[in-house]
């Protein structure tokens, strides 16, 4: 493995240009690692997203940016009879078009899958934390990697606790990395995942009339549960792939609600594992906002 390998980050965005300027600026706040290229994939915003990118990164090197259009597509499905027919799926067929469109444009050995509302919360260099994880899992298993993606972002603490998210002990790296290992599932979006995993589990399900009689049929009458994220999830689970979840997560989701900008903080790395030692489970958003809260008030 090289010392230094080239990172793909992408993200698609659709009319969320408050967070996706949040989750830009908090990144250059704390990012350490050098080597990597952002592919970003707008979904035909209105809201000056488009605009704020162009005027961004015009002169930019290692962007790049991709203007769809969901409207468009919407019309395409309808017109092979694909539309959605449960209003609630709306977002669902477009997923995977966007997630495979970036990655076939993506240069990285490896992907980092960003969403366009994460706020990155931890100063450090933790793309090698996460190669670390990748290179322990081979010293684990005779030289073969045996997780798809690992899960750098901070879950809220129901989530963790559910029962498909049960886990095994905390393990650790050889640099003291820590990290836990999902017992049931093998895949999650938001996530760092090798382009060779990626090209050996294949591309993400997009709503396609090749996709199989049985499933366009489910889809066509609303009756389908077809979404991207289940697809893979099956799909790594069979080639016995494994999740990993970082202990110390470098993002969580924006909550609005309570943000405060001129209050944003990136912890430290030795700060949060200080803070969290104890705990023997992924830490959650809410410990985190916990935590900043304290430092805030203190």
């Known amino acids: 493995m090289s010392n230094n390998p080239f990172i793909t980050y992408h993200v698609h965005t659709y009319n969320r240009l408050s967070t996706l300027q949040l989750m830009f600026e908090s990144f250059e706040e704390s990012n350490e690692y050098e080597n990597f290229e952002w592919v970003i994939v707008d979904l035909g915003s209105t809201d000056g997203t488009q605009d704020f990118l162009y005027e961004k990164y015009k002169n930019a090197k290692d962007v790049s940016i991709v203007l769809g259009n969901r409207t468009k597509y919407a019309e395409i499905l309808k017109s092979k009879n694909l539309e959605v027919k449960d209003q609630a799926k709306g977002w669902v067929p477009i997923f995977g078009w966007a997630k495979n469109i970036a990655r ?81 599932k093998g895949y999650d979006d938001y996530h760092m995942m090798k382009k060779s995993t990626y ?66 903080l990136v912890l430290s790395h030795n700060e949060l594992e200080k803070r969290f030692d104890s705990i023997n489970r992924p830490i959650s958003t809410e410990e985190v906002s916990n935590y900043q809260s304290l430092i805030y008030n203190g």
């Open 104 to 184: 076939s444009l993506a240069r990285g050995d490896y992907f980092i899958d960003i969403a366009d509302d994460h706020i990155f919360i931890k100063k450090g260099n933790w793309v090698q934390n996460m190669l670390d994880v990748f290179e322990h899992r081979k010293q684990q298993n005779n030289g073969v990697c045996d997780i798809s993606s690992i899960i750098y972002r901070g879950l809220p603490l129901w989530r963790i606790n559910k029962p498909n998210n049960a886990t095994s002990p905390e393990q650790k790296t050889n640099s003291g990395v820590s990290y836990f290992l999902s017992s049931i």
């Open 199 to 264: 090209k050996k589990v294949g591309p993400y399900l997009e709503i396609a009339d090749d996709m199989g009689e049985e499933k366009i049929r489910a889809w066509r009458t609303g009756k389908s549960d077809l979404s991207h994220y289940k697809d893979y999830v099956d799909r790594c689970t069979a080639l016995k792939y494994k999740k990993a979840f970082l202990k110390i997560p470098f993002t969580v989701d924006c909550d609005y609600s309570n943000f405060d900008q001129s209050k944003k």
